[in-house]
DNA sequence: GTGAAAGCGCTAACAG
DNA sequence: CTGTTAGCGCTTTCAC
């Protein structure tokens, strides 16, 4: 199969000690010609440390564990770019697991990857506040295995993991903000599912911008939503009817089934009626008015999370890290000032 | 940190092996009490059994590597979805890595996995014929490894691995008999890049149809486009100017681009001019006139490359297996029959 | 400068 | 039915 230290050694004609040595370059004085030597052999053959054996020595790894829903959506396999990307800088690997919105598979997972004895967790999971006894046992195994863990996105329930998500209470006061700038009174909000956290944040963020600019936040003009295209089409027709001339739509689909409705309505986008979407995906460079939205840095939020957790391996008492990443407001053509008609 | 067999045997009052015989129910006759007595004691600390131990002597990681160009394409991350869902099914894990379309860390990515001692490879290069040194080293190290390994998607040049792919020869056949069946004679091809197989297979396979329909192929209605938008906008000028009623443009990112210049040429999309992409992203269900297409199977493919690698693994002197999946048609509202106008 | 020896946690003959 | 023993490939004291 492959090479071990022993062959090495003996064909060097010296220990097992040495050529470990000198293969991990340790300080120890060793002399050139040996190390010359050895480190020939090793080239020769190629020579590839057997990690298992050096992990069950060590104690280390250097593997990382992602947990997350769904690898083929894509706000997290841009997650997982970042933070394979940083991972591998930092001689890491990293192996995912999807666990599909299943809470018994995200508690599979989570043993699977524990028994592999990873360094650190890094971990979306689909739980929700709803899943009570899933997320005990969820934290409690965490806990149990003595492995550091990083929450990234969401945090989990019942438990204050170091974690790195996105503000979206900032999101959303962005992007009415910017509505509000160009000079919007009556703005529109279609929201997300409003028990996920995330969509509430987006939701608030929008009433903060509001108070700030002393316009009072008409509850007639927020339609609840679920992030599908679909409720923006409904959303847009129901706010229109209640005379908006701007819609902040929480997420792009959302944003972009609004745009189609207003248009429907036979209304110019950017002109008649602006909209806001939420997300940045890359549908919203491709429409004929390419949409205004919030970007989310998510590629750097993995790399973050991903050196959070190395940190935290290196250091497990480390102080706790809450770190939250700023959207940023992207304007293209689907909002301008508002104009009196 | 973690209980060991050592310690569920103190616990016990009989030996390490027992206890290793029973977690593993071997057949080995145990009696019910040791067996009953262990699995309690076992189940109490919630025993994980160390995987690098467990691997170093019995030479199985029960870990799959996974190289590819960028888990964030959605083609990708859909592969990588099928793959791990099929894996999870047999008590393998993934690991992936991307190698950014750089062909130095497709090799280092290659050694850190084998340094992993992964039973299986699932590779998805970024090497391309021109690549010609690194490809060697990149077979030479797999080979000496002696790890089995499949290529996906496209296969490895130099060698002919195991391999799973979609065959986009049926792939643009079934585009322009789509057209042709449709009463379309004059029928413009918009290619990828011709120094890639996949462009080139989708290109002949419309060349092969329009003879199968006694078509004479017209090299002035085929425009050399590069994959990206702008050329699909590019290629449709051209193309409407040489008089073509139909458009097959080789991915839908192209179709897209010609959507739009047709529809900014003043004509419609599916009446008067007639457009199929290849791929099937989510853009095309969205767009006013959703876009027919070819749909690749890839999550199909992505989980039989891994049932692949899993039967390589078990039996190494498996005969040789290249799997063609087949792509499909989905008609949708951007083609139509010909109409003499 | 270098080597001998112990041991990480587990499996797998081989004994009894 | 169960225990003893050896050993996987590596790192790490501790001697020399």
Redesign the interface.
């Known amino acids: ?2 090479y071990t230290l022993k062959d090495i050694a003996r064909e060097a004609g010296v220990s097992i000690t040495t050529v470990s040595l000198v293969l991990n370059n340790k300080q120890c004085r060793i002399s050139p010609e040996t190390r010359k030597k050895v480190l020939a052999i090793a080239k020769k053959y ?1 020579y ?6 050096r ?2 020595v060590t ?1 280390k ?1 250097y ?1 990382l564990g992602l947990i997350l829903p ?5 706000f ?3 997650l ?2 970042g933070i ?2 940083e991972a ?1 800088e930092h001689n890491y ?6 666990s ?1 919105q299943n809470p018994q ?1 995200d508690i599979n ?1 989570l ?7 990873v360094d650190g967790l890094i971990i979306t999971t689909s739980l929700s506040d709803s899943d009570s006894e899933y997320i005990r046992q969820f934290n409690r ?1 965490v806990y ?3 492995i550091s863990a990083v929450a990234v996105d969401r945090q989990i329930p019942q438990h204050n993991y170091d974690s790195v998500s996105i503000d979206h209470l900032e999101g959303g006061f962005l992007a009415a903000k910017h509505l509000l700038e160009l000079g919007h009174k009556k703005i529109g909000c279609i929201t997300g599912p409003l028990d996920s956290a995330t969509a509430r944040e987006r939701y608030n963020g929008y009433v903060n911008a509001l108070e700030m600019f002393g316009v009072k936040a008409d509850p007639n003009l927020v339609y609840p939503g679920n992030f599908q ?1 679909d409720s923006g089409v409904e959303g847009a027709e129901y706010l229109v009817s209640q005379g908006v001339s701007a819609i902040f739509a929480c997420n792009d689909m959302m944003a ?1 089934g609004a745009y ?1 409705q207003v248009q429907a309505m036979g209304k110019i986008v950017g002109k008649d009626i602006s909209i806001i979407g939420y997300d940045d995906i890359p ?1 919203c460079e ?1 429409l ?1 008015y390419p949409l205004t939205t919030i970007h989310q840095p998510i ?1 750097k939020m993995g790399r973050n999370a991903c050196r959070l957790i190395i940190e935290l391996i290196k250091e497990p008492q480390h102080k706790r890290q809450n770190i939250k990443f700023l959207p940023s407001l992207v304007v293209r053509k689907t909002t301008s000032k508002y104009e009196d008609s």
Chains 1, 2 share one sequence.
Not at 93 to 98: L, T
């Open positions: 199969m492959s190629n590839n440390p057997n990690s298992s054996a992990a069950l104690k790894t593997t769904d690898i083929s959506n894509p997290f396999s841009e997982a770019k394979e990307n591998q690997s990293v192996i995912f697991c999807n599909n598979k997972n043993c699977l990857l524990i028994g592999k004895q195994i149990e295995s003595k295209l972009f189609r549908l491709l004929e590629s």
